[in-house]
């Protein structure tokens, strides 16, 4: 099975505070993305990346930039963290060799409170 | 663009009873279209998923959901409702790349006893 690791489920931070999130794919999967999640907004992509150092903004991406400089592996970061980016995080990737038919896999999600 | 509407909030059955988790999308072009599951304090996991084959799609724990393009509708259905389907559900469409998928709000699902 395809584990999607991120490295922390909780986190608490201070406003202004750089904040990064870290996640590892096991199973050589090309795209990787991070999403938010609200109650009652479902989940919304911030960004994703189909390929290493590639990048993509999803819908909302203010106040955030990713990193990957390697395949397995995809970075949120929070360059300046403030309170209204509390919020579950949540990472997942997918093969991406299928058009229409690209089936996620998820990590357990990064709860981020900013204080 | 594509969108997704999921019809109810919350959804409260008892054991037994039949589930019905409502699902409205808006797509330009033929979607894919998902529906992912939730349990509390654990990652969200693929139920099942449509990809233009037949229009009544099964997935795992007994749950099926049917394509119906003429009221862009893909309910989401289980005969009889066990207290481990207690959890939110989510209603996901896909674009014609299948990279970017866009989730609805949610249907939390209540089992009582």
């Known amino acids: 099975d395809v584990k999607v690791t991120q490295s922390s489920r909780y986190l608490v931070k201070r406003t202004g505070e750089k904040v990064f999130l870290e996640c590892v794919q096991d199973m050589d999967h090309e795209n990787m993305f991070w999403y938010r999640q609200d109650p009652g907004l479902g989940l919304r992509l911030i960004y994703f990346?189909?390929?290493?150092?590639?990048?993509e903004k999803g819908d909302i991406p203010e106040g955030y930039s990713v990193s990957r400089e390697k395949k397995e592996r995809f970075s949120l970061i929070l360059e300046s963290a403030s309170t209204n980016q509390t919020s579950m995080y949540l990472c997942?990737?997918?093969?991406?060799?299928?058009?229409?038919?690209?089936?996620?896999?998820f990590g357990a999600g990064s709860r981020l409170t900013v204080l | 663009a594509q969108s997704v509407t999921q019809l109810d909030s919350h959804v409260s059955v008892s054991e037994g009873t039949p589930v019905l988790l409502r699902c409205n999308y808006s797509s330009s072009y033929s979607p894919s279209l998902f529906w992912y599951v939730q349990h509390p304090n654990k990652g969200l996991q693929l139920l099942l998923k449509?990809?233009?084959?037949?229009?009544l799609v099964k997935g795992i724990n007994g749950f099926e959901a049917e394509f119906k393009k003429s009221e862009t509708s893909f309910h989401l259905t289980k005969p009889s409702a066990h207290m481990s389907d207690a959890a939110e559900y989510f209603c996901v469409v896909s674009d014609w790349t299948g990279n970017m998928l866009t989730f609805g709000g949610g249907t939390r699902l209540m089992v009582k006893p």
């Open positions: 990346s189909y390929d290493v150092k590639m990048k």
């Open positions: 997942a990737s997918s093969l991406g060799t299928v058009a229409g038919a690209n089936v996620l896999t």
């Open positions: 449509y990809t233009s084959a037949a229009t």
